[in-house]
C-alpha cells in the first residue's frame, strides 16, 4: 500500500520495469515494504534517526553559525544490485583505477602520453593539481592512488556511466558502513534472507592497504605505525575520520600532533616523540606542508614532504594525484585506458565538452542553457551551471566565466540520472507520506594494495529534494544501503 | 638531532612501559573530558541539595539569600561574571548561572558542552557507549525540553544531569580498556572531585562561623545535613556513625574516610595510584615539586587528626588542599602534555634548511 501513488515517470527506475512490474533483484524488498504500513515505516524511519544523533554519525554544516551537527540522512529501502551487472561495474572500476594510476606513473616520469600526443601537454602541465615538484619521484609500489571513490550515475536505458573520480580524499565510506548497520537493524530478517555480499571488510582492508605500503618500521617495531591525519574536529568528515581510525585500530592525529626532524615524522605523545611509518591523511595536498604548499596553512606539518621525499614516510593518497581527476583530464580517461592497457572502457564516460577546444567552446557557449557546466577543480556540487534549471543571469555570469577561463570549464548534456523508491514526507499530513521516485547515484570505494578491491555496493547518495539532480551531503541529498547480491 | 632540538623537545618519560602510543593532545582531551563530567555532576548536586535546603527557609529577605548562596556562587563560579548579568544573588538567578550560562564556564551547560567536545577530539579512544551517553546528554541540553525540565522541576532536571555522569563513569568502567588513557581519566575524576569536596566543606565553613549560637540547633543539622548530601554522603555517614549529625564527625569523614569514594583522602589515594602507575615511580617515589607536595598532603591525611585540623584552621586548610590539586594538574600537564609550542614561521625557515642541506 505505501507503492499505491508510485510513478515511475519518464525516467529508469531501480525498482520498477517499464511497466510498473517490480524487477527480480527487487522482489524481496518490495514484499517486505508491502507488508508494513505508513506508521510502522515512519516508526523505523525516526529510530534509525534518533540512533545516528544519538550516536554522533553526522557532518558539520559550514556557513552557520552555530557550527550545527546534522545526520546524513538515512533513507530505508536499498538499493539493489544483481551480482551479474555488478560484476562488470567491478571490473570497469578495476580497469580505470588501473589505468588512472599508470597514467600518474607516467606523468611523473617519461610522460610518454605527452609526448606522443593523445593528450596534449599543456592540459596536464598547466593542470592545477599537477605537482611539477615530484617530476622523477618515485612512490611505495608505484601506487599512486590508494583509496578512490568514484562517481557512477545510470542513464535513461539504465547504462551505468562514470561521472567523475575522486582520487584525492574520498569521504563517505563510513557511512556506507554505517548504513548498512543500520539496516540491518530495522529489517534484520529482510537482510538475512535476501543474502547481500558483507561491506564491513572495508577498515581491515585499508588497513592492509596501509601497511603494504608504509615503509618498514622507523621506531623498530614489527609493525608500521600507520596514523590518520585529520583537519581537525570542526572539519565537516570528521566523524568519518574518528570512525575509521577507530576501526582501523590506529591513532587519528592532527598537524599539531606531528614534527618533522630530520626528515622523520614524529608524533607527540605522554612518552615524548614517537617516530610515524604511514600517514593516511584526510588533508588535500595544498596544505599538508607550509613550507612547500599554501605557507598559511595551519593544518599541515612543516618539513611533511621533505621527509616524505626522503622515502621516511609514505602517504595515502600520493601527493598529486588530483592531476587525474581534473574534469578536463576525465575526458581523456577513456584515451588512457586505451593507452595503457589496449582496452575499451568498460564502463563510459558522461558525453563531455572541452571549453578549452575551439569547436566545442562554440558549441557550449550557444548551448549553455541545455548543458551542464563544471569547474575543473571543484568538488561536492559547488561551482556548477545546470543550464535547463537556470536562470538567465546564472548563465550569463557562466558565459563571461567560460570566456574568461575556458581550460576551467567542462560542459555536459544533463543526464536523467535514474531514480529510486525513497520515503518522503507529504505536506505535513501523514497520509501524504509514502514512496516516491528520487535520483540517486553510486560511489562505490576502490582499494589498491597487493591487488585491487572495490567495496561490494558503495554509497549510494539520493537527491531528497524533489526533481534534484544534486546528491551531496552539503546541498539536500541523503544516502541509502547498496546491496550486491551473492551470486546464486 | 641537534642540542638545541632536543632542549625544544620533552624527551621521553623516564621508566614508563611503552604499552601504547598515547598522544599528549589524547591525554589531556581524556581527562579534561573526565573533569568537567564529573564537574557538572557536583555542581548539579550542590545546586540540588542547596534548593532544597532554602525550601526550609522561605522567610528570608534578600540579604539573607545573598549571604546563602555567595558561598555557593563561590564554590562554583565567579562573582564577577555573575555580577556582570544580575543584580541580586537568589535562588532562581545563582542558580540560573551556574546551570545554563554559557557565559559561566563552569556552568553545567558549559561543563557537558567541553566534555563532549573533548570527547569528539578522541572518539577513535572511548568506547561507543561512552561517547552515546555524553552526546545524549548534549543533545538534552540542546534541546528546548531541557528548559522546560528545569523549570518545571529543578530536582528533576539535576537528577538527570547526575544520572548521566554517573551512566558515563559506570560506562568508562565497564567498557574503556586499562591503558594510559584510563589513569588520565581517573587523574582527571579525582583529582576534580578532591577539588570539589573541599570547596563544599568550605561553604558551609563560612557559612556557620558566624552563627555560633545556633551551634547544635535545628538549623546547625540542616546545613550540615545538607553538606554531606552535596557531596552524597548522607547515608555513607550514617551507616559509619549511628547518631546525629555532628559538624566535627561530618568534617572528619569527608576528609579522611579511607571507604568512602569522595572523601579527600579516598580521591588523593586514587590519584596517588594513577600517579605512579603513569610515571613507573616506586611507592612514596616523587618526581617534580609538584608532585611531591601532593605527597606530603597525602601522608598529612594519613596522620593528622580531625582536631589537629580545626586548631590550624579548617578553611586554612582546605585552600591548602586546593593549592596543591592546582600544583598536581601543572604536574600533569607538563609532565605528560605539554610540548613547547612550534613558531611556525621559525619551523618553516628550519625546515626549508634541511632541503637544502640534502
Same mark, same amino acid.
Given at each position: 500500500?505505501?507503492?499505491?501513488?508510485?510513478?515511475?515517470? +519518464?525516467?529508469?527506475?531501480?525498482?520498477?520495469?517499464?511497466?510498473?512490474?517490480?524487477?527480480?533483484?527487487?522482489?524481496?524488498?518490495?514484499?517486505?515494504?508491502?507488508?508494513?504500513?505508513?506508521?510502522?515505516?515512519?516508526?523505523?524511519?525516526?529510530?534509525?534517526?534518533?540512533?545516528?544523533?544519538?550516536?554522533?554519525?553526522?557532518?558539520?554544516?559550514?556557513?552557520?553559525?552555530?557550527?550545527? @551537527?546534522?545526520?546524513?540522512?538515512?533513507? #530505508?529501502?536499498?538499493?539493489?544490485?544483481?551480482?551479474?551487472?555488478?560484476?562488470?561495474?567491478?571490473?570497469?572500476?578495476?580497469?580505470?583505477?588501473?589505468?588512472? *594510476?599508470?597514467?600518474?606513473?607516467?606523468?611523473?616520469?617519461?610522460?610518454?602520453?605527452?609526448?606522443?600526443?593523445?593528450?596534449?601537454?599543456?592540459?596536464?602541465?598547466?593542470?592545477?593539481?599537477?605537482?611539477? @615538484?615530484?617530476?622523477?619521484?618515485?612512490?611505495?609500489?608505484?601506487?599512486?592512488?590508494?583509496?578512490?571513490?568514484?562517481?557512477?550515475?545510470?542513464?535513461?536505458?539504465?547504462?551505468?556511466?562514470? #561521472?567523475?573520480?575522486?582520487?584525492?580524499?574520498?569521504?563517505?565510506?563510513?557511512?556506507?558502513? @554505517?548504513?548498512?548497520?543500520?539496516?540491518?537493524?530495522?529489517?534484520?530478517?529482510?537482510?538475512?534472507?535476501?543474502?547481500?555480499?558483507?561491506? +564491513?571488510?572495508?577498515?581491515?582492508?585499508?588497513?592492509?592497504?596501509?601497511?603494504?605500503?608504509?615503509?618498514?618500521?622507523?621506531?623498530?617495531?614489527?609493525?608500521?605505525?600507520?596514523?590518520?591525519?585529520?583537519?581537525?574536529?570542526? *572539519?565537516?568528515?570528521?566523524?568519518?575520520?574518528?570512525?575509521?581510525?577507530?576501526?582501523?585500530?590506529?591513532?587519528?592525529?592532527?598537524?599539531?600532533?606531528?614534527?618533522?626532524?630530520?626528515?622523520?615524522?614524529?608524533?607527540?605523545?605522554?612518552?615524548?616523540?614517537?617516530?610515524?611509518?604511514?600517514?593516511?591523511?584526510?588533508?588535500?595536498?595544498?596544505?599538508?606542508?607550509?613550507?612547500?604548499?599554501?605557507?598559511?596553512?595551519?593544518?599541515?606539518?612543516?618539513?611533511?614532504?621533505?621527509?616524505?621525499?626522503?622515502?621516511?614516510?609514505? #602517504?595515502?593518497?600520493? /601527493?598529486?594525484?588530483?592531476?587525474?581527476?581534473?574534469?578536463?583530464?576525465?575526458?581523456?580517461?577513456?584515451?588512457?585506458?586505451?593507452?595503457?592497457?589496449?582496452?575499451?572502457?568498460?564502463?563510459?564516460?558522461?558525453?563531455?565538452?572541452?571549453?578549452?577546444?575551439? %569547436?566545442?567552446?562554440?558549441? /557550449?557557449? %550557444?548551448?549553455?542553457?541545455?548543458?551542464?557546466?563544471?569547474?575543473? *577543480? %571543484?568538488?561536492?556540487?559547488?561551482?556548477?551551471?545546470?543550464?535547463?534549471?537556470?536562470?538567465?543571469?546564472?548563465?550569463?555570469?557562466?558565459? @563571461?566565466?567560460?570566456?574568461?577561463?575556458?581550460?576551467?570549464? /567542462?560542459?555536459?548534456?544533463?543526464?536523467?540520472?535514474?531514480?529510486?523508491?525513497?520515503?518522503?514526507?507529504?505536506?505535513?499530513?501523514?497520509?501524504?507520506?509514502?514512496?516516491?521516485?528520487?535520483?540517486?547515484?553510486?560511489?562505490?570505494? /576502490?582499494?589498491?594494495?597487493?591487488?585491487?578491491?572495490?567495496?561490494?555496493?558503495?554509497?549510494?547518495?539520493?537527491?531528497?529534494?524533489?526533481?534534484?539532480?544534486?546528491?551531496?551531503?552539503?546541498?539536500?541529498?541523503?544516502?541509502?544501503?547498496?546491496?550486491?547480491?551473492?551470486?546464486? | 638531532?641537534?642540542?638545541?632540538?632536543?632542549?625544544?623537545?620533552?624527551?621521553?618519560?623516564?621508566?614508563?612501559?611503552?604499552?601504547?602510543?598515547?598522544? =599528549?593532545?589524547?591525554?589531556? &582531551?581524556?581527562?579534561?573530558? &573526565?573533569?568537567?563530567?564529573?564537574?557538572?555532576?557536583?555542581?548539579?548536586?550542590?545546586?540540588?541539595?542547596?534548593?532544597?535546603?532554602?525550601?526550609?527557609?522561605?522567610?528570608?529577605?534578600?540579604?539573607?539569600?545573598?549571604?546563602?548562596?555567595? $558561598?555557593?556562587?563561590? =564554590?562554583?563560579?565567579?562573582?564577577?561574571?555573575?555580577?556582570?548579568?544580575?543584580?541580586?544573588?537568589? &535562588?532562581?538567578?545563582?542558580?540560573?548561572?551556574?546551570?545554563?550560562?554559557?557565559?559561566?564556564?563552569?556552568?553545567?551547560?558549559?561543563?557537558?558542552?567541553?566534555?563532549?567536545?573533548?570527547?569528539?577530539?578522541?572518539?577513535?579512544?572511548?568506547?561507543?557507549?561512552?561517547?552515546?551517553?555524553?552526546?545524549?546528554?548534549?543533545?538534552?541540553?540542546?534541546?528546548?525540553?531541557?528548559?522546560?525540565?528545569?523549570?518545571?522541576?529543578?530536582?528533576?532536571?539535576?537528577?538527570?544531569?547526575?544520572? =548521566?555522569?554517573?551512566?558515563?563513569?559506570?560506562?568508562?568502567?565497564?567498557?574503556?580498556?586499562?591503558?594510559?588513557?584510563?589513569?588520565?581519566?581517573?587523574?582527571?575524576?579525582?583529582?576534580?572531585?578532591?577539588?570539589?569536596?573541599?570547596?563544599?566543606?568550605?561553604?558551609?565553613?563560612?557559612?556557620?562561623?558566624?552563627?555560633?549560637?545556633?551551634?547544635?540547633?535545628?538549623?546547625?543539622?540542616?546545613?550540615?545535613?545538607?553538606?554531606?548530601?552535596?557531596?552524597?554522603?548522607?547515608?555513607?555517614?550514617?551507616?559509619?556513625?549511628?547518631?546525629?549529625?555532628?559538624?566535627?564527625?561530618?568534617?572528619?569523614?569527608?576528609?579522611?574516610?579511607?571507604?568512602? $569514594?569522595?572523601?579527600?583522602?579516598?580521591?588523593?589515594?586514587?590519584?596517588?595510584?594513577?600517579?605512579?602507575?603513569? =610515571?613507573?615511580?616506586?611507592?612514596?617515589?616523587?618526581?617534580?615539586?609538584?608532585?611531591?607536595?601532593?605527597?606530603?598532603?597525602?601522608?598529612?591525611?594519613?596522620?593528622?587528626?580531625?582536631?589537629?585540623?580545626?586548631?590550624?584552621?579548617?578553611?586554612?586548610?582546605?585552600?591548602?588542599?586546593?593549592?596543591?590539586?592546582?600544583?598536581?594538574?601543572?604536574?600533569?600537564?607538563?609532565?605528560?602534555?605539554?610540548?613547547?609550542?612550534?613558531?611556525?614561521?621559525?619551523?618553516?625557515?628550519?625546515?626549508?634548511?634541511?632541503?637544502?642541506?640534502?
Amino acid at each position: 500500500m505505501l507503492f499505491d501513488r508510485y510513478e515511475t515517470g +519518464d525516467y529508469f527506475d531501480e525498482m520498477f520495469d517499464g511497466n510498473g512490474g517490480v524487477r527480480d533483484h527487487y522482489h524481496l524488498v518490495s514484499e517486505r515494504l508491502n507488508g508494513i504500513d505508513r506508521a510502522e515505516h515512519l516508526r523505523k524511519q525516526t529510530a534509525v534517526d534518533l540512533a545516528f544523533m544519538r550516536s554522533g554519525v553526522t557532518f558539520t554544516v559550514y556557513n552557520d553559525d552555530q557550527g550545527t @551537527e546534522r545526520i546524513f540522512p538515512f533513507d #530505508l529501502v536499498p538499493r539493489v544490485i544483481p551480482d551479474a551487472e555488478w560484476t562488470r561495474i567491478e571490473a570497469g572500476l578495476i580497469q580505470r583505477i588501473t589505468a588512472l *594510476n599508470l597514467f600518474l606513473h607516467d606523468i611523473y616520469h617519461d610522460q610518454k602520453i605527452l609526448k606522443e600526443r593523445v593528450i596534449p601537454p599543456h592540459y596536464i602541465l598547466g593542470a592545477k593539481h599537477f605537482r611539477r @615538484e615530484f617530476m622523477g619521484f618515485n612512490v611505495p609500489k608505484d601506487i599512486y592512488v590508494h583509496i578512490c571513490g568514484t562517481d557512477l550515475i545510470r542513464d535513461r536505458e539504465g547504462t551505468y556511466l562514470v #561521472l567523475e573520480d575522486n582520487l584525492r580524499c574520498p569521504s563517505g565510506a563510513s557511512y556506507m558502513l @554505517e548504513n548498512r548497520a543500520a539496516l540491518k537493524r530495522a529489517f534484520p530478517d529482510l537482510y538475512r534472507s535476501a543474502q547481500v555480499r558483507p561491506v +564491513d571488510t572495508y577498515a581491515s582492508d585499508l588497513r592492509k592497504v596501509l601497511q603494504y605500503v608504509s615503509p618498514p618500521s622507523l621506531g623498530g617495531g614489527s609493525q608500521p605505525n600507520v596514523v590518520l591525519l585529520t583537519p581537525g574536529v570542526f *572539519n565537516s568528515a570528521y566523524f568519518e575520520h574518528a570512525f575509521l581510525a577507530r576501526q582501523m585500530g590506529i591513532p587519528i592525529v592532527e598537524g599539531r600532533d606531528l614534527v618533522v626532524r630530520d626528515a622523520r615524522v614524529y608524533m607527540r605523545t605522554i612518552s615524548g616523540l614517537v617516530p610515524v611509518d604511514m600517514i593516511y591523511r584526510r588533508i588535500d595536498d595544498d596544505y599538508l606542508d607550509p613550507t612547500v604548499f599554501r605557507p598559511d596553512s595551519l593544518l599541515g606539518v612543516p618539513g611533511l614532504v621533505n621527509a616524505y621525499r626522503s622515502g621516511n614516510v609514505s #602517504l595515502a593518497n600520493s /601527493i598529486g594525484t588530483g592531476v587525474a581527476d581534473d574534469k578536463v583530464v576525465y575526458y581523456f580517461v577513456p584515451k588512457i585506458i586505451k593507452y595503457y592497457l589496449g582496452e575499451d572502457p568498460i564502463l563510459s564516460n558522461v558525453g563531455t565538452f572541452l571549453a578549452s577546444e575551439p %569547436e566545442d567552446r562554440v558549441f /557550449i557557449l %550557444e548551448n549553455l542553457e541545455k548543458l551542464v557546466v563544471k569547474s575543473a *577543480n %571543484e568538488a561536492g556540487g559547488y561551482g556548477m551551471l545546470m543550464g535547463p534549471w537556470a536562470t538567465k543571469g546564472e548563465i550569463s555570469e557562466f558565459r @563571461e566565466q567560460v570566456r574568461a577561463n575556458p581550460r576551467n570549464f /567542462i560542459a555536459q548534456h544533463p543526464v536523467s540520472l535514474s531514480r529510486h523508491p525513497t520515503w518522503c514526507r507529504g505536506d505535513g499530513d501523514a497520509a501524504g507520506d509514502g514512496f516516491e521516485g528520487r535520483h540517486v547515484d553510486l560511489r562505490p570505494y /576502490i582499494l589498491y594494495g597487493e591487488k585491487v578491491t572495490v567495496s561490494p555496493g558503495g554509497l549510494t547518495r539520493v537527491a531528497l529534494r524533489k526533481g534534484s539532480l544534486v546528491v551531496n551531503s552539503s546541498q539536500g541529498g541523503g544516502s541509502k544501503d547498496t546491496w550486491v547480491l551473492q551470486s546464486r | 638531532m641537534t642540542d638545541t632540538d632536543n632542549q625544544t623537545f620533552r624527551k621521553p618519560v623516564t621508566q614508563r612501559r611503552q604499552s601504547q602510543v598515547m598522544l =599528549s593532545r589524547v591525554a589531556n &582531551s581524556l581527562y579534561w573530558m &573526565s573533569r568537567y563530567i564529573e564537574r557538572a555532576e557536583n555542581v548539579a548536586r550542590m545546586l540540588d541539595v542547596n534548593l532544597q535546603l532554602m525550601l526550609d527557609f522561605a522567610h528570608l529577605d534578600d540579604n539573607q539569600l545573598k549571604e546563602h548562596w555567595i $558561598p555557593v556562587l563561590n =564554590s562554583a563560579g565567579d562573582q564577577e561574571t555573575f555580577f556582570k548579568l544580575y543584580d541580586r544573588a537568589g &535562588s532562581e538567578t545563582v542558580t540560573e548561572f551556574l546551570t545554563f550560562r554559557a557565559e559561566n564556564p563552569n556552568s553545567i551547560l558549559s561543563c557537558i558542552f567541553a566534555a563532549r567536545e573533548n570527547a569528539r577530539q578522541v572518539r577513535d579512544q572511548i568506547s561507543m557507549e561512552m561517547f552515546e551517553a555524553l552526546n545524549e546528554c548534549y543533545l538534552f541540553l540542546r534541546s528546548r525540553n531541557a528548559r522546560e525540565v528545569w523549570s518545571t522541576g529543578a530536582h528533576e532536571f539535576f537528577e538527570q544531569i547526575k544520572k =548521566s555522569s554517573h551512566l558515563f563513569q559506570g560506562l568508562t568502567d565497564a567498557t574503556f580498556t586499562r591503558n594510559e588513557g584510563y589513569e588520565f581519566i581517573n587523574l582527571g575524576k579525582y583529582l576534580e572531585r578532591a577539588d570539589k569536596t573541599t570547596r563544599i566543606l568550605d561553604i558551609k565553613y563560612h557559612i556557620l562561623l558566624p552563627s555560633v549560637a545556633d551551634v547544635g540547633g535545628a538549623v546547625d543539622t540542616a546545613q550540615w545535613r545538607a553538606v554531606l548530601r552535596s557531596a552524597s554522603a548522607l547515608e555513607a555517614y550514617r551507616r559509619f556513625h549511628v547518631e546525629d549529625i555532628i559538624p566535627k564527625k561530618v568534617a572528619e569523614f569527608l576528609i579522611f574516610s579511607t571507604t568512602f $569514594p569522595r572523601s579527600i583522602r579516598f580521591c588523593l589515594q586514587r590519584l596517588d595510584t594513577e600517579l605512579h602507575r603513569l =610515571s613507573g615511580r616506586e611507592k612514596g617515589d616523587y618526581g617534580s615539586p609538584g608532585e611531591k607536595a601532593f605527597g606530603k598532603m597525602l601522608s598529612d591525611l594519613n596522620f593528622l587528626t580531625v582536631n589537629e585540623i580545626l586548631d590550624r584552621g579548617l578553611h586554612q586548610f582546605l585552600q591548602e588542599i586546593q593549592t596543591i590539586l592546582d600544583q598536581l594538574d601543572d604536574h600533569i600537564y607538563l609532565e605528560y602534555m605539554y610540548h613547547p609550542p612550534v613558531d611556525l614561521e621559525a619551523e618553516i625557515f628550519l625546515q626549508q634548511q634541511q632541503m637544502q642541506q640534502q
